[in-house]
């Protein structure tokens, strides 16, 4: 599947492998627009909207080994061959995916909040009951869509990030088929030991990174290193955009 990207450059050739930005979960490309507005004097960027999210092609299969093959698909089709890649918690999962089926393709990873491991949790129900209650209530407006979604999120900055996603009375995320597929993106099937750099950002206020998948992130790879941001959550690179980019350019300079 060729998915629907933004390029930063218009010239793909570089010193450095091109960097590919992979956006998480009821997300789309522009979610890591901090990060590629830092970056984009680094190195050419690709930013990717994955399968049923933003204006890529829709499908009714949300696995990892599925997706990281569509970004694989799409990097062909641009004659892009080694690249080092940034993923966002779901994005961050497809990147780790790619290892398994392109190790050599793949120059250096950050992966931002998440952990190479099945949660065993639901943590998006919420999500997925205000974002039914807005396509049941045939609102159109912005305005309309966050009232009703303030009844089933406490969250100010998580409605916003999700009406991102809302355009005329349309949710840009596929909804029945992340709702059907909802335990392989919460899922995960441990890869082959990848022997190259990887870094893991966590957020110190977030459960994704936590202490206890130490052993199980470390036996999928070997070389990661990890950096905590403390006073942030999930959403650590819109929380604290400079301390991410921070970290990020410390260990692309590695």
Known sequence: MILNVRLQSEQLRSVHPPLVLIHGLFGSLDNLGGLARGLKDDRPLVQIDVRNHGLSPRADQMNYAAMAQDVLDTLDHLGIDRVSVIGHSMGGKIAMALTALAPTRLAQLVLIDIAPVDYHTRRHDAIFAA????????????????????????????????????????W???????WQEYSHIAGWQPVPAWSGDALFIRGGDSPYLEDRYRDALLAQFPKARAHVIAGAGHWVHAEKPDAVLRSIRRFFAL
């Open 131 to 170: 974002v039914n209650a807005v396509t049941a209530a045939q609102v159109t407006r912005r305005q309309d869509a966050s009232e009703i979604m303030q009844q089933h999120i406490p969250e100010p900055g998580i409605v916003q990030f999700l009406l991102k996603s809302f355009h005329e009375g349309s």
């Open 172 to 178: 840009r995320f596929n909804v029945p088929v992340l």
